[in-house]
């Protein structure tokens, strides 16, 4: 009873048809768990050498709430006194993750009021304005005190967050004023094979989110107003819809091995 069906499939024709239905259903599984590598590359249809994308980076306004590490520059050590805290300078003469903690702790924060509270200074408006400008505003605030001083300010709070298909998710502190997605996704260890190029950027303004979605096998990324980050900016890279199917976890060693199973048992019956 069980001879009978076994050798009408093993008749030639019907061998060569099931070779021929196996071979299409491992063709359509090879080709649904594979990510195509048009989708895998970075900034493609890179330009000629000789040409140029134009691009300018989006400066960061300071908002209250900010950190900043404020340091006047003096060769008069007693003016070096009056103007920065002992914190102040110790950081400035540290170095190390624990020197980066005290810079966090003992920076000047961004009152409600748009203001820093400096020695002697006193209440300096700094809410609005980029780095360079307030670093101007303290400048000519202190040239009442001293001549030729000079005043370095550095954002603290310059943080990101990497989430989604890359191999090391997380919060990042960034100690770079031109911070790049490409360097967030370097930072996260790179994307899985699985992750989207259509990269999403959440950004906080003070009129609430912004959302933007930036493809980052296009060259032409790098003239966006998001390819370069700002503090607080959120990058998620959304899976493929191949892994949202679930094709990343099917067991297609298990299967090709009970294809190639059953056609060694049809030949076998077959001769």
């Known amino acids: 009873m069980i001879l009978k069906p076994l050798k009408l499939i093993t008749g030639a024709a019907n061998v060569k048809s099931f070779h021929f239905f196996l071979f299409i259903i491992i063709l359509v599984l090879a080709a649904s768990s594979c990510t195509p590598h048009q989708k895998l590359v970075f900034l493609q249809h890179q330009a000629e050498v000789s040409d140029t994308l134009m691009f300018s980076k989006p400066d960061y306004f300071i908002k209250p709430g ?25 950081m400035g003469a540290g170095s190390g993750s624990s020197n980066n903690i005290s810079v966090f702790l003992h920076g000047y924060t961004v009152e409600e009021n748009g203001t820093v509270k400096m020695p002697v200074l006193g209440d300096v408006k700094v809410a609005g304005q980029t780095i360079s400008q307030a670093t101007k505003e303290i400048e000519n605030q202190i040239e009442e005190y001293l001549i030729g001083a000079t005043v370095v300010i550095k954002l603290v709070n310059f943080s990101i ?25 370097g930072l996260a260890g790179d994307m899985t094979d699985y992750g989207n190029r259509q990269v999403n950027i959440v950004r906080q303004t003070d009129q609430g989110a912004t959302f933007a979605t930036l493809d980052v096998t296009d060259s032409k990324a790098v003239a966006s107003e998001f390819y370069y980050l700002q503090p607080n ?25 009970a294809i190639s199973t059953t056609l060694l048992l049809i030949n076998f019956f077959g001769n």
């Not at 998710?169 to 967030?184: E, V, W």
């Open 161 to 185: 967050t990497v989430l989604g298909e890359v191999r090391r998710p997380g919060n990042y502190y960034i100690y770079d004023n031109q911070f790049s997605i490409m360097d967030a996704i």
């Open 66 to 90: 900010d950190i900043l590490h404020i340091r006047v520059l003096t060769l008069d050590e007693e003016s070096d006194r009056m103007f920065n805290s002992e914190d102040t300078r110790r």
């Open 233 to 257: 900016d959120m990058v998620y890279v959304e899976p493929h819809k191949v892994k949202r199917l679930g094709f990343a976890q099917f067991p297609f060693a298990v299967v090709f091995s």
